[in-house]
């Protein structure tokens, strides 16, 4: 992707730039990963029974550890090595469990009269424990300049809980990080090998798709998701669709809408604060202080293809500011 600047003069283009060491890839994530994932940090360089991984982080939204691996060059076996570290995480489970706990994730700080950090003590409510820990959504990051076709090749496959996502660096401090999509359409990675390991993973950790979640609902409610995804989509082409384990989450910079399948309608939540968005049909719940499983703080009902133009100007309001 070439990036130009507009000016009175026309276009020029803005030029990338290569990062010289993989750790300068690993130092701008980490000091950014709430806003880059939206992922808290754990430890950098976790080191464990011979293996260490860059960065070990945690999903607040999913309850899930995510590893993630740099590269500055192309010499590496996406498949081999995401597997290897996911093994090496659902066989020590305690181990990942004990470096959550002795982190920041679960520390509040204590000042002084002048405003320096005196203490930082263990909030016990933040401490993990086994069952807190949604094992199934555990997820394994690349992050690259580039890969290879044969690495995009190696991860297209529906049930693979390992994701790819390009870094660019370009004059001006300029960046972009862009996840590399795989085909709706493709293979189980159980077909195509007969690995231990990876059978071993892959019945531990689900990667949910469309189908998981229309299971139990009806042919019409299926039809009516069709028709309110082919509407969202028509929002931007930097619409992303990303199936979770409760809900089917359609993103741009993050969430804007999630959406669950019921038997007989679709409930959604849309990712807007309460008092940010402008309901003029009154088709909204606030949900801003019960629990819920989407993100936002409006749950909307839909149970008819002729609301669909009414549900999309609340959607499309949460997509504008996500």
């Not at 795989?182 to 159980?190: H, L, R, W």
């Not at 189908?211 to 042919?219: G, L, T, V």
Request: a negative charge; one cysteine or more; charged letters at 30%.
């Amino acid at each position: 992707m070439t990036l130009f600047k507009i000016s009175e003069t026309g276009l020029s283009v803005i030029n990338e730039k290569s990062f010289e060491l993989e750790k300068h890839i690993q130092r701008i994530c980490e000091d950014n990963l709430k806003k880059i994932f939206g992922l808290e940090i754990i430890k950098s360089e976790f080191g464990l029974h011979g293996l260490r991984i860059d960065t070990l982080a945690f999903s607040p939204k999913t309850k899930s550890f995510i590893i993630i691996e740099y590269k500055n060059d192309k010499n590496f076996s996406v498949i081999d090595q995401g597997f290897a570290y996911l093994s090496l995480l659902l066989n020590n489970k305690a181990e990942f469990i004990l470096a959550y706990n002795e982190s920041d994730a679960v520390t509040t700080p204590d000042y002084d009269e002048d405003g320096n950090i005196s203490n930082v003590p263990p909030d016990p409510g933040k401490m993990l424990k086994k069952d807190d820990v949604d094992w199934e959504q555990t997820r394994v990051y690349f992050v690259a300049p580039a890969f290879t076709e044969y690495q995009k090749k190696a991860i297209e496959f529906k049930d693979l809980p390992i994701l790819l996502f390009t870094v660019k660096k370009y004059e001006n401090n300029f960046l972009s990080i862009d996840p590399v999509l795989v085909p709706e359409k493709s293979e189980s990675i159980n077909k195509v090998t007969k690995s231990d390991v990876i059978q071993k993973v892959t019945k531990e950790v689900k990667v949910y798709n469309e189908e998981d979640h229309q299971s139990s609902a009806s042919e019409a409610v299926k039809e009516l998701y069709e028709n309110l995804k082919n509407e969202i989509f028509k929002l931007g082409q930097d619409v992303v669709i990303e199936p979770q384990k409760r809900y089917i989450a359609f993103k741009r910079k993050s969430n804007f809408v999630d959406v669950c399948f019921q038997k007989n309608r679709l409930k959604f939540w849309i990712n807007l604060r309460k008092g940010q968005l402008i309901d003029s049909f009154n088709l909204c719940r606030d949900v801003s202080e019960i629990g819920h499983l989407g993100n936002g703080d409006y749950e909307v009902m839909l149970d008819s293809p002729k609301e669909i133009i009414n549900v999309m100007q609340l959607i499309k309001q949460s997509y504008d500011k996500n």
